[in-house]
């Protein structure tokens, strides 16, 4: 990997620490970003924080559930056929579904209390591709605190709750289209999405200690990860923070030469 590659995932590692401490630093404005972004086309901020899990039946047969769809951009609406505003929004959040689909980004539209084959029917008539679980005792919503339909919520690729619209919206005008632009693009993005503990006296785990044939560290929270770096046994590590992203967590370490460094603590995120 180049010199300058390193020396920018050395700079979003030492981003990561600073916002966690200086809350007012440049480093701290990406969360407020989104929250900026999310309120220019009307979405407020949710009643919590980390949005509930759910696993449900869909339309089609299916297993619909949030822990399913880790890592993309989630769009969590409530409906029904009966709901004329629900309705009225159907074509607009297909027309996103279709724009963004494929880049990591997903629509689940949670019915509530209707069978299979009256969702069914009307998502054929309609010609609407997104998964329609079936929410047909209302706990779901109820766990979402939803009083009145359509309400939607968006969800991170971690789990968290970025932002919800109470009532009907269009999905595709252009001003929210160019948002999700930016959203999706960022989806992966640690910092932007994903929360920070810091600790410095947390002992590192032993997955991320340099054994006799050192560690590699790799830049991404997959398999396919390129290598940031090699840390040799003899190098001093202390763990700085940890950051809890789509697929476990991550821990910022220093080593002895006062670098900070990122790997992962998670299956597949680093090697030996």
Not at 212 to 240: C, F, M, T, W, Y
Request: aromatic letters at 8%; glycine letters at 12%.
């Amino acid at each position: 990997m180049s010199r300058s590659a390193v020396r920018f995932f050395v700079a979003v590692a030492a981003c990561v620490i600073f916002s966690s401490i200086l809350p007012g630093s440049a480093c701290a404005q990406s969360k407020d970003t989104i929250d900026d972004l999310l309120k220019s086309i009307g979405l407020s901020k949710p009643a919590f924080t980390r949005a509930p899990d759910f696993s449900l039946t869909d339309a089609g047969g299916g297993i619909a559930s949030m822990s399913g769809n880790r890592g993309s951009l989630m769009l969590v609406n409530f409906w029904a056929t009966w709901c004329g505003p629900c309705r009225d929004e159907m074509p607009s959040m297909e027309q996103l579904s279709r724009s963004f689909g494929s880049q990591g980004f997903t629509v689940l539209a949670v019915n509530q209390r209707e069978n299979a084959g009256q969702v069914l029917r009307f998502m054929k008539t309609h010609g609407l591709n997104f998964r329609a679980p079936l929410d047909t005792d209302g706990r779901v919503a109820a766990a979402y605190r939803v009083y009145g339909i359509p309400a939607t919520y968006l969800i991170d690729g971690s789990g968290q709750a970025l932002g919800m619209k109470a009532g009907p919206k269009d999905w595709a005008a252009r001003g929210v289209i160019e948002v999700f632009r930016k959203l999706v693009s960022e989806r992966g993005s640690t910092v932007a999405s994903s929360s920070m503990d810091f600790d410095p006296n947390a002992p590192l785990p032993k997955v991320l200690r340099p054994r006799n044939n050192g560690l590699l560290v790799h830049a991404q929270q997959d398999p396919q990860s390129e290598i940031l770096a090699k840390l040799d046994r003899s190098d001093d590590l202390a763990a700085l923070g940890k950051v809890s992203g789509a697929s476990g967590y991550w821990y910022i370490v220093r080593t002895k030469n006062g670098r900070g460094r990122m790997g992962s603590g998670n299956r597949g995120g680093t090697n030996e």
